[in-house]
């Protein structure tokens, strides 16, 4: 076997059914223990690894534990089940939030999360589908993901499935014309089985979002092209899993999830610096400690 096989975990596949069906039952505040897991688990392996996109990766996790542990009809012990929902992270440099999320769930052993990064690990700083279970696209270069899900949406449609499409989406990768033009076409093909989320954390390497390419109002651009829109605040698990139920016959559905880039750790909210910069040794253990207090 390779060094760098990844084997479903059969505990963890279990300890996500019984979340599952907690959450289904309207115990919403186990995904805040879910979402702080997450974290820790995503600083360790970018501490390992000497390199990631932290703040990123902590303002997308409530969203991917969301869906993973609430929503999408996902299955680990069957990571091809031709019926599962599509769930596309398009700002693939956020990987390491996916791979956690994916490990929590059993699609293999969270002690797989100390390779990623090594040379020849299957989990590469990008996210590639023909190495990892669970993964759904090659994600990395911004703007492709929401073009990927329309097409998977475009499928469900013709064959006229349950399977539903999520793509989440940074808000910095929203300055690539391809969305656009993937969003036009959605609701020109009235997409109702495709769901996008914005990751608006309003900060991108090397400035503010506003400040590299203004997006607002960013709503009333996404209704412009024909979808449905909501605003929500991006780290209320309550108010994501509602959201994401939602369903609008005959139009994509788009959720802006308002969030905070580094959430959880206070020196690292709101503060572009930490895009794309490791922890030293001190502040991971301030980091680490904050996370689990």
Not at 53 to 72: E, K, M, P, R, T
Request: hydrophobic share 40%.
């Amino acid at each position: 076997m390779n060094k760098y096989s990844l084997v479903p975990d059969v505990e963890a596949i279990e300890a996500w059914r019984a979340i599952r069906r907690d959450v289904s039952a309207g115990k919403t505040e186990l995904l805040r223990q879910v979402a702080q897991s997450l974290r820790i688990d995503i600083l360790e392996a970018i501490h390992e690894a000497h390199l990631g996109h932290v703040g990123g990766d902590f303002s997308v996790v409530d969203v991917l534990g969301c869906l993973y542990f609430g929503i999408a009809r996902v299955d680990p012990s069957r990571p091809n089940w031709p019926e599962r929902d599509r769930v596309i992270l398009s700002k693939g440099h956020a990987s390491v939030s996916l791979y956690a999320t994916l490990a929590r769930c059993g699609f293999f052993e969270r002690s797989s999360l100390r390779w990623f990064a090594k040379p020849q690990s299957p989990l590469n700083g990008h996210p590639n589908h023909r190495k990892v279970p669970g993964v759904e696209a090659n994600t990395g270069p911004l703007g492709h993901g929401l073009p990927f899900a329309v097409g998977a949406a475009i499928a469900s449609q013709l064959e006229e499935s349950a399977r539903h499409v999520y793509v989440v989406l940074g808000d910095g990768e929203l300055q690539e014309g391809s969305n656009w033009e993937a969003a036009m076409f959605a609701a020109h093909r009235g997409l109702d089985r495709l769901t996008a989320v914005v990751d608006r954390n309003r900060l991108q390497q090397g400035a503010g979002t506003e400040t590299t390419n203004a997006l607002e109002p960013l709503a009333d651009k996404w209704r412009s092209f024909g979808w449905s829109v909501q605003e929500i605040p991006g780290h209320d698990h309550s108010q994501i899993l509602a959201a994401l139920r939602e369903r609008h016959p005959g139009r994509p559905h788009c959720l802006i999830a308002n969030t905070t880039k580094g959430k959880g750790v206070s020196f690292m909210e709101d503060r572009q610096a930490w895009h794309h910069r490791v922890p030293s040794s001190a502040e991971f253990a301030t980091a680490m400690a904050e996370l689990r207090s």
